[in-house]
């Protein structure tokens, strides 16, 4: 995975001791019947072609340009309890998150040098994340591999980890951008559930947005906590290994890049 992108999280990555690579087949004998097909988003479907380093980090200048902007002159104690306040809000540094929206965490932490009304502090969350968005990209294959899921008639939704209360319509802003959104029939993020993955009801709510049950759920992504959350919660997980690690994490299935999906997915037949 990418250093910081958007749904990550560096715990992710480096928290649990990793299995050593399996010596079992790459992928399943048999197609994998099911009725949905779930994404995680960020070095799944899409990526930045330059990801911050820390998102925590980038938040920084990011709310620096903003007290220009509304012309807020204050000591660098104040500054500094404001850029606090914010990081406090980081999904990275809990497990459990507040359902609310960016706008109120920009506002809340502008409240410690005086305030700034919502909609200027609205307008500051959709131009930093409109500014990540210019180097925002799909991978070459994963329109046409949802395209293709969804002519063989498959309902496809996508669960994402986001970092600082990202809203959701900048994660439609970034469906479109990318190209994905006609090919997407829901998703949900760990704001909506105000829990991240690996966590059973961050399943259970994209499963409930589908309209499938969790068993009828193939999940795709490229954490070992993508794979472990989704089987823990008897959906069929399936993890995307583009650098070829071999690591087995209890995975249905490996694939290497998204056009091999298809060919290992049936569509179930429903009662």
């Not at 990801?51 to 980090?57: L, N, Y």
């Not at 998150?97 to 009304?117: F, K």
Request: with cysteine; proline share 5%.
């Amino acid at each position: 995975m990418a250093t910081t992108p958007l749904d990550g999280d560096d715990s992710d990555r480096d928290g649990g001791e990793r299995d050593r690579v399996s010596d079992r087949p790459m992928t399943t004998g048999a197609p994998i019947a099911a009725a949905a097909v779930g994404f995680d988003l960020g070095e799944t479907l899409y990526h930045y072609a330059a990801p911050p380093f820390s998102w925590i980090e980038a938040s920084r200048p990011w709310l620096d340009s903003l007290l220009i902007a509304l012309g807020i002159d204050r000591s660098k104690s104040d500054i500094a309890q404001a850029h606090r306040r914010h990081e406090s809000y980081s999904a990275y540094l809990r497990e459990r998150i507040e359902r609310r929206d960016a706008t109120d965490v920009m506002t809340d932490a502008l409240g410690r040098l005086g305030g700034a009304r919502a909609a200027q502090a609205e307008r500051a969350v959709d131009t930093v994340f409109g500014v990540l968005r210019r180097s925002l990209v799909a991978y070459p294959d994963a329109v046409e591999t949802l395209a293709a899921l969804k002519q063989a008639g498959f309902v496809v939704g996508a669960l994402t980890n986001v970092p600082f209360c990202l809203p959701r319509r900048t994660i439609h802003h970034d469906l479109r951008h990318t190209g994905l959104a006609p090919y997407i029939d829901g998703f949900v993020s760990s704001v909506d559930v105000g829990l991240r993955k690996p966590h059973r009801a961050t399943f259970e709510w994209l499963a409930a947005t589908l309209g499938v049950a969790l068993e009828e759920l193939v999940y795709i992504g490229n954490l070992p906590t993508d794979v472990t959350g989704a089987k823990a919660c008897g959906c069929i997980s399936v993890f995307l290994d583009r650098t070829r690690n071999g690591m087995d994490y209890g995975q249905a299935a490996t694939i290497h890049h998204l056009r091999e999906l298809p060919a290992l997915v049936t569509l179930a037949r429903r009662s």
